[in-house]
């Protein structure tokens, strides 16, 4: 069984990705930013609903993520078959 090529990403794709997937453990890492009571939502403190609203945004900032990844995967695919021709 052949491995998979490996993909180098570009510099501006790796940019991207490592924004989007520190912007969610920035926002949960740096602790005083939520840790308090008020606003509540439907009875739940702000450090509650916080975190749970993050666990649904940090699906999605994974998500683009992997979407940046593809792309990128896929123009430099066919700049390297352009290439070999």
Excluded: N
């Amino acid at each position: 069984m052949a491995t998979p090529a490996r993909y180098r990403l570009s510099a501006g794709a790796m940019v991207a990705v490592t924004i989007l997937l520190v912007i969610p453990i920035l926002a949960l890492v740096i602790v005083p930013i939520y840790a308090r009571k008020s606003p509540e939502l439907w009875g739940f403190p702000f450090f509650y609903w916080y975190q749970l609203l993050w666990v649904l945004l940090c699906g999605f900032f994974t998500w683009g993520a992997h979407l940046v990844i593809q792309r990128d995967r896929r123009t430099t695919g066919r700049d390297r078959a352009e290439v070999q021709r």
